[in-house]
């Protein structure tokens, strides 16, 4: 049994989340009141956190990985003392309230990632226990724990049904990630009914054969003593991970109780009132916090925040006497970039030899991977194609195994793109670093539930994204992406980056460094592409330019990434014809975007016709070109050169496009593209 005091808390948790999901009328309740005593063990006994000080570096970090349950959340968020009012809590899923349907971290003090999509949590909270420990073994000293946190989570049956859970746990549980602990809401519910229609697996052996360290609690209700036991037990366990299986009553307290009836709909105005009766409450009070419940909670954040002045003390002996490395440590939380990054960035001449913007893309890792300590990431197994791993690069490995240190930065996803991506949400939402996947184009689209989150959650992550086109050859169209762009570009704050050359891939690189509240998707090529007379990093940051200005031109021919060199050769097939073409390098839309009307007008002047190429669908391009060269189908397996020709992509196939539209806008007026007042 709980103490009274506990009891009392846990219950005005359960009754407070049922009163938040009612007022709004829509919600999740049932999670909340099944989960209120592990979220009350873990906000009150083991949680380390300052709510005056909610971004303190070494705070024990929180997922809800169940995130439909997060008025359970916003309610935790509350008693602990953030800026979570009672006011906000009524406010529940109401127009830009900071109490969303689903937890947004950018929305909510205290909210660590972005949930609702069910698995990511887990996952996210993976990469944060990859964070702490690569940031603890770079930057801590003897006598000196600067960072030293434990990642919790709590997560139900819906997040160990998606797949990414099962790739993030099980490299967890081979990096030995021992911070990291989940507690799995094992309700038997979800919201087709009970789990035994299609979950049956005991997820205790899963998880052991994983690596992970397993417990279980028959009683999650009310074996409170049992729950901060097993907790406590968790913590002891260094070298695993551990995941705690609590039996629990899904809308503990209902009528409706350890029924899918009380997963996703409020309880009743009278089923809430028997409710509070139950636990000893006014059934004819809403939002109430008894005081001592208050108390308890205001002496948790005054221990906590005594916790955060210790820490700020012993930082400024570290300060004193690691004074590099402290200045280290503050320039990466602050996302200020080493000076001397973009100087280290490779600059071409159309002299330079051909080389894939793969290849290019490995020499600026080269280059900068020293400079940006905060660079961290790795290859879904993709190392010798993707070409991602610097010559200094050292592996993120427990010691134990031999294959690295938790000081290395070179992260071996293994084949699991999507949770790649997810580890990375979670490693930027920590603090301090730039981390990166890496994969073919083609298969970021296993990770699309991941990188749209990313760009939900402002997450500075870089995709870098190799073989990205038909231009890949013979693994033919499965391998090959066409649509996978026009996706990417449709998917709001993100940077899609397809640079054309040497200087381009620089600019994309120093591009998604700089924007610190985007992912961005870099889109590299296999095959050898020139050097591009007109090229370079300060162009490639405007999104799109004229390679070789030229006076009213009779056509421009827009492309990105390998189609702007085969542009270039069709210009000089249309001068034979007598038609004067200027070539505009696309490597971004979303940077072009961005700049002034003047600027665009430049680029495609009124009055000029636009044709654009790219090796993928044509989708999207009706905003920058009159018409389109691209693909209509799948692509084939081929060598890439056949595969240009097959699908119109030549120079001269470009070529007798631009005589084509040259010669209809002679008779036709040409439609205004940038700048159009509606």
Known sequence: MAPQIDTVAINTIRALSADVVRKANSGHPGAPMGCAPMAHALFSKFMKYNPKNPQWATRDRFVLSNGHGCALHYVMLHLAGYNVSIEDLKSFRQLDSVCPGHPENFMTEGIEVTTGPLGQGISNAVGLAIAEANLAATFNKDGFPIIDNYTYVILGDGCLQEGVAAETASLAGHLKLGKLIALYDDNHIQIDGDTNLGFTEDVNQRFESYGWHTLTLTDGDNDFEGLVAAIEEAKQVTDKPTLIKIR?????????????????????????????????????????????????????????????????????????????????????????????????????????????????????????????????????????????????????????????????????????????????????????????????????????????????????????????????????????????????????????????????????????FQNTTRPSVLALTRQNLPHLEGSSIENTLKGAYALKPIESPDLILVATGSEVSICV???????????????????????????????????????????????????????????????????????????????????????????????????????????KPF
């Open 248 to 512: 629990t009553t899904i809308g503990y307290g209902s009528k409706n109780e350890g029924t899918e009836k009380v997963h996703g709909a409020p309880l009743s105005a009278d089923d809430i009132a028997q409710v509070k009766t139950k636990f000893g409450f006014n059934p004819e009070e809403s939002f109430s916090v008894a005081q001592e419940v208050s108390e308890l909670y205001a002496k948790v954040a005054e221990v906590g925040a005594q916790q955060n002045a210790e820490w700020e003390a012993l930082f400024e002996k570290y300060s004193a006497e690691f004074p590099e490395l402290a200045a280290e440590f503050k320039r990466r939380l602050s996302n200020e970039l080493p000076k001397e990054l973009e100087e280290a960035l490779p600059r071409y001449t159309p002299a330079d030899p051909a080389v894939a913007t793969r290849k290019l893309s490995e020499i600026v890792l080269n280059k900068v991977a020293d400079i940006l300590p905060e660079f961290i990431g790795g290859s879904a197994d993709l190392t010798g194609s993707n070409l991602t791993r610097w010559k200094t690069a050292v592996d993120f490995q427990h010691e134990s195994t031999g294959l690295g240190s938790y000081a290395g930065r070179y992260i071996r996803f293994g084949v699991r793109e999507h949770g790649m991506a997810a580890i990375c949400n979670g490693i930027a939402a920590y603090g301090g670093f730039i981390p990166f996947g890496s994969t073919f184009l083609n298969f970021i689209s296993y990770a699309v539930g991941a990188t749209r989150l990313s760009a939900l959650s402002h997450f500075r992550v870089v995709y870098i994204m190799t073989h990205d086109s038909i231009g890949l050859g013979e693994d033919g169209p499965t391998h090959q992406p066409v649509e996978t762009l026009a996706h990417l570009r449709a998917t709001p704050n993100t940077l899609v980056l397809r640079p054309a050359d040497g200087n381009e891939v620089s600019g994309a690189y120093l591009a998604a």
């Open 569 to 675: 050769e069709a210009t000089k097939e249309l001068a034979e014809k007598g038609i004067h073409a200027s070539v505009v390098s696309m490597p971004s839309m979303e940077l072009f975007e961005e700049q002034d009307l003047a600027y665009k007008k430049s680029v495609f002047p009124d009055g000029v016709p636009v044709i654009s190429a790219e090796a993928m669908t044509t989708f999207g391009w009706q905003k920058y070109a009159h018409a389109s060269i691209g693909l209509k189908t799948f692509g084939a397996s081929a060598p890439y050169e056949q595969l240009y020709k097959k699908f119109g992509l030549t120079s001269k196939d470009i070529a007798e496009k631009g005589v084509q539209v040259t010669e209809y806008y002679k008779t036709q007026p040409v439609p205004v593209l940038v700048g």
